[in-house]
T-cell receptor
Framework: GDSVTQMEGPVTLSEEAFLTINCTYT??????LFWYVQYPGEGLQLLLK?????DKGSNKGFEATYRKETTSFHLEKGSVQVSDSAVYFC??????????FGSGTRLLVRP | GAVVSQHPSWVICKSGTSVKIECRSLDFQATTMFWYRQFPKQSLMLMATSNEGSKATYEQGVEKDKFLINHASLTLSTLTVTSAHPEDSSFYIC??????????????FGPGTRLTVL
C-alpha cells in the first residue's frame, strides 16, 4: 500500500541555518503531497502542498518540490528561525482522498 | 478561523471503563471529520472517516465496536473508546473538512487527546 518515509529527528540547527527534511513516498497513481507542521500544544497545520509532478509548494519561506522520478518531496528553508521549532509531517493524499502520514520530524532551532 | 477543538486534552481511566472524546469545529461546518491515532514516534494512523448523519467508515483493522464514532451535527463528532484497555492508550487526533465542493480540500486538525488506560 501507499506509504511515506521521512527522516528521523530530532534535527537541531542554529538560527539562520539551512534546513532540509527528507521525505520519500511509495504510491500507486499520482498522489497529492503535503507538509504539515505541529507547533507545541497545537493541532497540525497545513504548511504547503503540491498536486502534480514538478509542482513546487511554498509558504513562510519553506519550499518543497514534487519529484516523481525520485518519489520525493523534501522540505527546505534557507534560513530557519527559533519560531520554526516544531514537528513536521510529510503526507500524501491517496486515491481515495485520505491522508497517509510520515512519522514526523522534530526540528529544534537554537538561538 | 478554521479552529478545531478537542475535549478533553488528556484523560486517565481504569481498564474496562469507556471514554468519550469530543471534536468540534468552532467556526465552520464540517461535513466530514476524521479520527487518527498516533503512537509515540510513529505516524498518524487514520482510524475512521465520519460524515454527518451517516455511519462512520472504519479503516481495516479498526474495531468498530470498540471505537464508536458519532457525527451527530455539522460541528461535532465524538469518539467513544469502549471497555478501554492499556493497549488503547494513545494520542487521538481529529480533523475536520469543510464543505467546499472539493474532495481533497484542506483538513483542519484538533490539538489531540492523550488517553492513558491504567
Amino acid at each position: 500500500g501507499d506509504s511515506v518515509t521521512q527522516m528521523e529527528g530530532p534535527v537541531t540547527l542554529s538560527e539562520e541555518a539551512f534546513l532540509t527534511i527528507n521525505c520519500t513516498y511509495t504510491a500507486t497513481g499520482y498522489p497529492s503531497l503535503f507538509w504539515y507542521v505541529q507547533y507545541p500544544g497545537e493541532g497540525l497545520q497545513l504548511l504547503l502542498k503540491a498536486t502534480k509532478a514538478d509542482d513546487k509548494g511554498s509558504n513562510k519561506g519553506f519550499e518543497a518540490t514534487y519529484r516523481k522520478e525520485t518519489t520525493s518531496f523534501h522540505l527546505e528553508k534557507g534560513s530557519v528561525q527559533v519560531s520554526d521549532s516544531a514537528v513536521y509531517f510529510c503526507a500524501l493524499g491517496d486515491s481515495s482522498y485520505k491522508l497517509i502520514f510520515g512519522s514526523g520530524t522534530r526540528l529544534l532551532v537554537r538561538p | 478561523g478554521a479552529v478545531v477543538s478537542q475535549h478533553p486534552s488528556w484523560v486517565i481511566c481504569k481498564s474496562g471503563t469507556s471514554v468519550k472524546i469530543e471534536c468540534r469545529s468552532l467556526d465552520f461546518q464540517a461535513t466530514t471529520m476524521f479520527w487518527y491515532r498516533q503512537f509515540p514516534k510513529q505516524s498518524l494512523m487514520l482510524m475512521a472517516t465520519s460524515n454527518e448523519g451517516s455511519k462512520a467508515t472504519y479503516e481495516q483493522g479498526v474495531e468498530k465496536d470498540k471505537f464508536l464514532i458519532n457525527h451527530a451535527s455539522l460541528t461535532l463528532s465524538t469518539l467513544t473508546v469502549t471497555s478501554a484497555h492499556p493497549e488503547d492508550s494513545s494520542f487521538y487526533i481529529c480533523s475536520a473538512q469543510p464543505y467546499r465542493g472539493d474532495l481533497f480540500d484542506e483538513q483542519f486538525f484538533g490539538p489531540g487527546t492523550r488517553l492513558t488506560v491504567l
